[in-house]
């Protein structure tokens, strides 16, 4: 069955993994936010969490929680929350803390005016085309797959791989997705933007983690998201 739709709504959707050190922390910064909005809706879907991430997500009030029995990938999360998104807008946060909800308003603002379909959070737009807290490998990757989609599907973005992805909520459920990892990331742009939509981006405060801290994300997944961007350049 269809789920209704709800006017000047937004539908966070946030995928956990391990996260028992930020989770708690994070959800208080998403409940606080100011979105613009009348009303939001917070999807947590944790994916197989065994670091007891799962039984502090048990206990958070005024969310829809959703749980994988095992470990699929952020793709197959944020999947999982579509599922179950109303909001007109759907809006994807990491648990991780690397992204603050405090630009949720400015994200959502020119959604709101019916101005794009489409916004993200740049860490690299307005000069600051390095972010020194970042790995160098890290920044060289986003930057290369960056120019990489701009050649293939003719845009000019400044950052593919943001976290912070703001969708009209008719434009993503649209979509059929694939990827379960990392990999959603750049299959929703190289989606878009065969689309002929327009992608708006928003400077955005970034603050990397490290490995130690908990990062995820290495260089197997930059060679795999290369892969993406070709493949669905040229596959419907």
Do not use: C
């Amino acid at each position: 069955m269809e789920i209704q739709k709800q006017n000047n709504y937004v539908s966070i959707i946030i995928p956990v993994y391990n996260e028992k050190n930020t989770i708690t922390e994070l959800i208080e910064k998403v409940k606080n936010a100011d979105t613009g909005l009348l009303n939001k809706e917070i999807i947590i879907v944790d994916d197989g969490s065994n670091d007891g991430t799962k039984d502090i997500v048990k206990k958070i009030n005024n969310a829809k929680v959703f749980f994988h029995d095992k470990n699929k990938g952020k793709g197959a999360a944020i999947k999982t929350g579509l599922q179950h998104a109303k909001g007109d807008y759907i809006l994807i946060q990491d648990a991780d803390m690397e992204y603050d909800p405090k630009h949720y308003k400015a994200l959502l603002a020119p959604l709101i005016s019916g101005k794009v379909q489409v916004v993200y959070g740049s860490r690299f737009s307005k000069g600051r085309f390095f972010n020194k807290n970042m790995y160098y490998t890290h920044w060289l990757g986003n930057i290369v797959l960056t120019a990489i989609t701009n050649m293939l599907y003719g845009t000019t973005i400044n950052d593919m791989e943001t976290g912070y992805k703001v969708i009209k909520s008719d434009v993503i459920k649209d979509m059929v997705l694939n990827s379960n990892n990392f990999d959603i990331e750049p299959e929703l742009t190289a989606k878009i933007l065969k689309k002929g939509i327009t992608i708006e981006e928003i400077p955005i405060d970034f603050k990397p983690r490290s490995f130690e801290e908990g990062k995820k994300i290495n260089w197997k997944h930059g060679i795999s998201a290369l892969w993406i961007l070709f493949k669905y350049k040229f596959k419907e």
